[in-house]
């Protein structure tokens, strides 16, 4: 009488045993060699940007290159754990500090020199172990309905006024926000960066947000009027939800604010890479004409920075751009604006 | 506590004249093991960070008030997971509630649904859900499925004679409910509110998206932004204190319980309780946590899809080929977490001293560690001890099956505290092997248990996400890594088809979860 009962639990463990076992067949099959001609990089990059290069460098040279994409800290993490075991033979991130931290960490390997050529020298790592491939730069983004180009501050240091308590966002984890602070504290000193990182704090109130991405949604939603944003995420923001539902601009603030930041993005190779000669291709592939090209049409919306190559997306003009006097040194790896949202308790 | 824990134990349960069986004994102590690798992980890292450091991060207002957050959080989150969890187990068990064959299918779909896609779609069409009361009804929503799927499964399992004769007797519908039912499902109602909470320590991604913040949202800024993984490793450690005392505290009170009667003769309920004039007004409520936790989250996604991707960049992998990924690793995980949770849960379960109860709590501790620790600390292991293992599909597997390990075992454990000792005692008296005992009659009796072991671990498995993209196989992508990729390009309308179907193969074993069980329930049983 209890047969059915029996047959019915027998055929569900024996579901389970053949699940098993197949996962054990997986285990072995994943570790099968690679082909020799296969790079592997780790991109901290928006996935897409990346994929776009990647397609055509594989099709131009017939060098396959499988792509990690993490957040780029947790990947340079992940690179520091895995040592000279790392299976990596490129990192590509959105921003400098990252790539300066491996370089401090001497796990990256010398750029060519004809590489590092393709690009103006301040965007390129000091002691040549990365190169530069794309930049953004932070600019104001406000609410349309809210505030007129009028209302908006030349300065950054205007963000900690009293006027805009309740309106202006913030996303202290963001890793774009870190070189801001740490330009403020360039031109400032520690203790001014710290009273203007208690004076927007203070200004944010409940409005601390995870990223870029949700600032720009939620100034153009009109939750909060204003935010400092890195570009693009406005552009790309436009690029998903139409001209038509963008209820925000983006404003430049006063030539040299300390607000005024360029980020660059740039790519490496690993020292403990096997395939050097074949990830320096790729790092050439990508500051060349043709991959700068490809940035330059694609819908990242940043500039290229290599090989005279301009952006074509309607963005200011690079070279208009009046930036805080701030070198890629300078930045660092943005442990100093780390310590200094620590001791805000913005972080 | 452990001594008193184990003598009230062996009185509500078993005689403890029992010899411990050694091959469960080894192969539990290895298990156990296992899941603590990331903690000692974190111990080696946390070595590498001077005091005045952690201590730096860790003493200041900001800490009290992310603390203070994460327990204020954790307390009403779990209660309400508790309350809904077993109210619906009960309404669709033991009640005359209308269409609830479908409903106790579809109240387990919403494990299926990613805590960071649900908070997404809220705080995307209503952004005044946020903060605390956002973080409160999201999570809710989404865990009290760890309740009520192992509530449930108790109840089709436990025998409903206790509770017809309490109604024969005269006890009233609630206090048949609250003296009896409750009363048997008590152990595993605690074990589900054990999962809600330890659930609650670990959780990210919802929080981030709801802006709120907890002590474990400022471990992963730690991990995100200071280069300083030794550091966020340390604080780490704060969170793996808290999941022990929360472990101690459901300990306590489960000892205080009775253990549930062993449901020798289940058979099939016969008459369910009316609901009268409650009838309505429950299905209702049903209703609303369906729409809640089930409708606003699906109609998002819908509406997203509906609104296309305007984003011209390329996909790096179909959405065909992520789902193959996803099924296979978490189908895998799934197994081998089922697996893994046996052993463990017989021993538990049939020799329940002092020792074997310590090293079962030990295993429970995983579920307080965010996946992105767990990763972390298996790259660390694997490539010090196994580097041929690193970033394949196998170790990608282990990961999920570690971080999930306490939802199999708390289904699996569930079933085995049910399935009778009696049976096997019978059949070793008739000259069967331990082993043979084993496959033969003790395997088919918990199968129910371990079928809902694998639907719960295939369900949360689709949608992991942090120790995904750590440990993937290099250029393997899966709807949860698609999904996060397009999200972080604000392209919604091109994440959209991989949260759909995140969701659409996660029904898949909700639909056999609840097949399983009715088939079950409509068997012919030989009567007590």
């Known amino acids: 009488m209890t047969r059915p009962t029996v047959a019915t639990s027998a055929l569900a463990v024996r579901v389970v045993l053949v699940a098993l076992g197949l996962a054990l067949l997986s285990a072995c099959g994943g570790a099968a060699g690679r082909p020799q001609t296969t790079l592997v990089l780790y991109n901290g990059q928006h996935p897409q940007t990346t994929d776009s290069l990647v397609a055509t460098f594989e099709r131009q040279t017939g060098i396959q290159v499988t792509v990690r994409s993490n957040d780029e800290d947790v990947l340079a993490d992940q690179i520091v754990l895995e040592g000279s075991a790392s299976p990596a033979d490129l990192v590509y991130t959105e921003n400098s500090p990252a790539l300066e931290y491996l370089q401090g960490k001497n796990l990256l390997a010398k750029v060519p020199r004809s590489t590092l050529a393709q690009v103006p020298a301040r965007y390129n790592s000091s002691a040549s172990r990365w190169v530069g491939v794309s930049a953004r730069v932070s600019v104001l983004v406000y609410n349309t309905k809210m505030l007129t180009p009028s209302h908006l501050p030349a300065s950054v240091l205007n963000l900690a006024d009293p006027r805009w308590k309740g309106l202006l966002g913030l996303a202290p984890s963001e890793t774009d926000f870190q070189p801001i602070i740490t330009s403020i504290a360039h031109q400032y000193g520690r203790a001014e960066a710290l009273r203007w990182l208690?004076?927007?704090?203070?200004?944010?109130?409940?409005?601390?947000?995870?990223?870029?991405?949700?600032?720009?949604a939620r100034v153009n939603s009109g939750e909060i009027a204003i935010g400092i944003i890195n570009h693009y995420y406005w552009y790309r923001l436009r690029a998903e939800i139409g001209s038509d539902q963008m209820h925000s601009a983006i404003?430049?603030?006063?030539?040299?604010?300390?607000?005024?930041?360029?980020?660059?993005?740039?790519?490496?190779?690993?020292?403990?890479?096997?395939?050097?000669?074949?990830?320096?291709?790729?790092?050439?592939?990508?500051?060349?004409?043709?991959?700068?090209?490809?940035?330059?049409?694609?819908?990242?919306?940043?500039?290229?920075?290599?090989?005279?190559?301009?952006?074509?997306?309607?963005?200011?003009?690079?070279?208009?751009?009046?930036?805080?006097?701030?070198?890629?040194?300078?930045l660092g790896d943005g442990a100093e604006a780390v310590a200094l949202l620590h001791q805000a308790e913005l972080l | 506590m452990a001594t008193l824990a184990s003598g009230l134990n062996s009185i509500g349960q078993l005689p403890a004249r029992r010899r411990l069986p050694r091959g469960l004994l080894v192969a539990s102590s290895l298990i156990a093991a296992l899941l603590l690798l990331p903690l000692i992980f974190l111990l080696l890292e946390a070595r590498q960070v001077g005091w005045g450091?952690?201590?730096?991060?860790?003493?200041?207002?900001?800490?009290?008030?992310?603390?203070?957050?994460?327990?204020?959080?954790?307390?009403?989150?779990?209660?309400?997971?508790?309350?809904?969890?077993?109210?619906?187990?009960?309404?669709?068990?033991?009640?005359?509630?209308?269409?609830?064959?479908?409903?106790?299918?579809?109240?387990?779909?919403?494990?299926a649904i990613p805590d960071f896609v649900v908070a997404f779609g809220w705080v995307?069409?209503?952004?005044?859900?946020?903060?605390?009361?956002?973080?409160?009804?999201?999570?809710?929503?989404?865990?009290?499925?760890?309740?009520?799927?192992?509530?449930?499964?108790?109840?089709?399992?436990?025998?409903?004679?206790?509770?017809?004769?309490?109604?024969?007797?005269?006890?009233?519908?609630?206090?048949?409910?609250?003296?009896?039912?409750?009363r048997q499902a008590r152990p595993t109602i605690l074990a589900g509110c054990l999962?809600?909470?330890?659930?609650?320590?670990?959780?990210?991604?919802?929080?981030?998206?709801?802006?709120?913040?907890?002590?474990?949202?400022?471990?992963?800024?730690?991990?995100?932004?200071?280069?300083?993984?030794?550091?966020?490793?340390?604080l780490s450690l704060v969170?793996?204190?808290?999941?022990?005392?929360?472990?101690?505290?459901?300990?306590?009170?489960?000892?205080?319980?009775?253990?549930?009667?062993?449901?020798?003769?289940?058979?099939?309920?016969?008459?369910?309780?009316?609901?009268?004039?409650?009838?309505?007004?429950?299905?209702?409520?049903i209703l609303l946590l369906i729409a809640v936790a089930l409708g606003m989250p699906i109609g998002v996604i819908g509406y997203w899809l509906a609104q296309g991707g305007s984003s011209t960049l390329p996909q790096s992998a179909s959405v065909g080929n992520a789902a193959l990924h996803t099924v296979w690793y978490s189908a895998a995980a799934a197994a081998v977490a089922t697996v893994l949770a046996l052993p463990v849960a017989l021993l538990a379960v049939r020799s329940p001293i002092r020792s074997v109860r310590l090293l079962e709590r030990s295993t429970y501790i995983v579920q307080g560690l965010p996946g992105l620790v767990i990763a972390l600390a298996l790259v660390f292991f694997a490539l010090h001890y196994l580097p041929f293992v690193y970033q394949t599909s196998g170790l990608l597997i282990a990961a999920y099956a570690i971080v999930f390990f306490p939802l199999a075992y708390v289904?699996?454990?569930?079933?085995?505290?049910?399935?009778?000792?009696?049976?096997?005692?019978?059949?070793?008296?008739?000259?069967?092997?331990?082993?043979?005992?084993?496959?033969?009659?003790?395997?088919?009796?918990?199968?129910?248990?371990?079928?809902?072991?694998?639907?719960?671990?295939?369900?949360?498995?689709?949608?992991?996400?942090?120790?995904?993209?750590?440990?993937?196989?290099?250029?393997?992508?899966?709807?949860?890594?698609?999904?996060?990729?397009?999200?972080?390009?604000?392209?919604?309308?091109?994440?959209?088809?991989?949260?759909?179907?995140?969701i659409a193969i996660s029904i898949v074993p909700g639909i056999l979860l609840g097949y399983w069980f009715d088939r079950r329930q409509r068997l012919p049983r030989g009567s007590s």
């Open chain 1, 198 to 216: 208690d004076g927007v704090k203070a200004n944010a109130g409940p409005h601390l947000y995870p990223d870029n991405e949700a600032i720009t």
């Open chain 1, 251 to 330: 404003a430049y603030l006063g030539p040299r604010d300390a607000g005024y930041v360029i980020d660059v993005s740039g790519a490496a190779v690993l020292k403990s890479s096997k395939h050097r000669q074949a990830a320096e291709r790729f790092l050439a592939f990508l500051v060349s004409h043709q991959g700068q090209d490809l940035l330059a049409h694609s819908d990242s919306f940043e500039y290229p920075l290599g090989s005279g190559v301009a952006t074509v997306k309607g963005l200011r003009p690079f070279a208009s751009l009046q930036p805080a006097p701030l070198t890629i040194e300078d």
């Open chain 2, 53 to 111: 450091q952690v201590s730096a991060l860790l003493f200041r207002p900001l800490t009290a008030t992310l603390l203070g957050n994460l327990l204020q959080l954790a307390v009403v989150v779990t209660a309400l997971a508790a309350g809904i969890g077993t109210g619906a187990a009960w309404l669709v068990e033991r009640s005359d509630l209308p269409g609830r064959r479908l409903l106790a299918l579809v109240l387990v779909l919403p494990l």
């Open chain 2, 124 to 182: 995307s069409i209503l952004p005044s859900v946020s903060g605390y009361g956002g973080a409160v009804l999201v999570m809710t929503a989404g865990l009290y499925p760890l309740v009520y799927l192992p509530v449930a499964a108790s109840l089709r399992g436990a025998d409903p004679s206790l509770e017809e004769t309490a109604r024969t007797l005269g006890l009233g519908p609630w206090r048949t409910f609250w003296h009896v039912t409750l």
């Open chain 2, 195 to 234: 999962l809600v909470s330890l659930a609650l320590l670990a959780e990210y991604g919802a929080f981030e998206i709801l802006g709120y913040q907890t002590f474990t949202t400022e471990i992963f800024t730690e991990f995100q932004v200071g280069f300083n993984a030794p550091a966020a490793c340390a």
């Open chain 2, 239 to 285: 969170v793996v204190l808290l999941g022990l005392l929360v472990l101690a505290g459901e300990g306590t009170l489960r000892d205080r319980g009775r253990g549930t009667r062993a449901a020798h003769n289940s058979r099939k309920l016969i008459s369910p309780q009316r609901l009268g004039a409650w009838r309505w007004p429950l299905v209702g409520g």
């Open chain 2, 411 to 502: 289904a699996v454990r569930a079933s085995v505290m049910q399935a009778p000792v009696g049976l096997e005692e019978v059949a070793r008296s008739l000259g069967r092997t331990p082993w043979q005992v084993r496959w033969r009659v003790t395997l088919p009796l918990i199968a129910p248990g371990l079928a809902a072991a694998f639907c719960l671990v295939f369900l949360s498995a689709v949608t992991e996400l942090t120790a995904t993209l750590i440990l993937v196989p290099t250029g393997v992508q899966t709807l949860a890594t698609q999904f996060w990729a397009f999200t972080g390009q604000v392209s919604y309308g091109a994440a959209a088809p991989y949260a759909a179907a995140m």
